[in-house]
């Protein structure tokens, strides 16, 4: 019903910053909650934040503690996950997801994810 596409990953220095996209398509009106996830190699999936897609609400985790802003463009059906002052063990997949109902912060709770992008922080 609703299909995601993450971009603009690639590699870094630390002390960098990257943007991240997320294209939303299909059953866009089904989506209640969105978030962001990273996963770094042999890790567990976490919760970096996430935005109410009809409000704009946003929420953070302590992963990233203020180095992140996410941010929708609603005429693009975007939203974008910007990161700044990058560490080396900021290095994981990022994924966005969706949900149909509320907000979360448990991939569990997620029910539609895109394929994720490469983030790599060089020291």
């Known amino acids: 019903q609703v299909l995601l596409q993450e971009s603009g990953g690639g590699l870094v220095q630390a002390g960098g910053s990257l943007r991240l996209s997320c294209v939303v398509s299909?059953?866009?009106?089904?989506?209640?909650?969105m978030g962001w996830f990273r996963q770094a190699s042999g890790k567990e999936r976490e919760f970096v934040g996430g935005l109410s897609w009809s409000d704009h609400t946003t929420s953070y985790s302590d992963s990233m503690p203020g180095r992140v802003i996410i941010s929708r463009d609603n005429a693009k059906d975007t939203m974008y996950l910007q990161m700044n002052n990058l560490k080396p063990v900021d290095t994981a997949v990022y994924y966005c997801?969706?949900?149909?109902?509320?907000?979360?912060?448990?991939?569990?709770?997620?029910?539609?994810w895109g394929s994720g992008t490469q983030v790599t922080v060089s020291a």
């Open positions: 299909g059953r866009i009106r089904s989506t209640s909650g």
């Open positions: 997801a969706s949900k149909i109902d509320g907000l979360g912060s448990k991939p569990e709770d997620y029910h539609y």
